[in-house]
């Protein structure tokens, strides 16, 4: 069965500093791999997603993600973290069923931005 | 355009009690999703809808029933509330049900609590 794992609960990084999250994905076939942001309180948003072609996958709000089959990874970078970008992070694995996109989700990584 | 809205926003129920949590699309949607959110295990699928009329069980569908009311409207009931489906629960849509065109929007959320 598919899964997702998402390894680090909770990362504190400096303001200005890079990031990179972590994500390894189980799953037999060729995969539909997604990165979602969840601020305090709100609903999910989607960063970026990979379904085929380049493994290197540009995202909203400067995110990018590589997706690396040898490793079943899928980890998420950044640059520059701004306070803004304080939020739970979620790496997930879509699967198709009966005309449905089930997703199943990691566990996610909290992160936290110091000043 | 709202996109997905749910109703309510919070509701604490006593053990046995039961509730119906609204789910509405706006985006002309064809496929809609019932999640649950709960520390440390990310958000499972509880059940999901890939066209109205049509209705499938998840991850964690025990406790639950679903009506697909209409195109826009996708109800998550609990008939006897018990205190382990105390949780965040999201509702989702998205359109095609196919993860390499599509993407799943997330409703904000129903933080509910069983005593």
């Known amino acids: 069965a598919q899964s997702v794992t998402q390894p680090d609960i909770h990362i504190t990084v400096s303001e200005g500093a890079s990031l990179e999250l972590r994500c390894n994905y189980s799953y037999g076939a060729t995969p539909y791999l997604f990165w979602y942001v969840q601020s305090p309180g709100q609903g999910l948003q989607l960063l970026l997603k990979?379904?085929?072609?380049?493994?290197l996958v540009q995202g909203i709000k400067g995110f990018e993600a590589e997706f690396k089959r040898s490793q079943s990874s899928f980890n998420l970078r950044k640059p520059s973290v701004h306070w803004s970008d304080a939020a739970e992070y979620f790496c997930?694995?879509?699967?198709?069923?009966?005309?449905?996109?089930?997703?199943?989700f990691g566990q996610g990584t909290r992160l936290t931005i110091n000043p | 355009n709202a996109g997905v809205t749910q109703t309510p926003k919070f509701q604490v129920l006593k053990t046995g009690q039961s509730m119906t949590l609204q789910c509405a699309q706006d985006?002309?949607?064809?496929?809609m999703y019932w999640y649950r959110q709960d520390p440390g295990m990310g958000l499972r699928l509880i059940y999901y809808?890939?066209?109205?009329?049509?209705?499938d069980k998840g991850e964690v569908p025990n406790g639950y029933n679903v009506s697909r009311l209409n195109k826009r409207e996708f109800s998550l009931r609990l008939e006897s509330a018990a205190p382990s489906q105390t949780s965040v629960y999201f509702c989702?849509?998205?359109?095609?049900?196919?993860?390499?065109?599509?993407?799943?929007?997330f409703g904000p959320g129903t933080r509910l609590t069983v005593l």
């Open positions: 990979y379904f085929s072609g380049d493994t």
């Open positions: 997930a694995v879509g699967v198709s069923r009966g005309g449905a996109q089930k997703l199943v």
């Open positions: 985006m002309n949607h064809n496929s």
């Open positions: 989702a849509s998205s359109s095609h049900g196919s993860p390499s065109t599509d993407t799943q929007y």
């Open positions: 809808s890939a066209s109205e009329g049509t209705t």
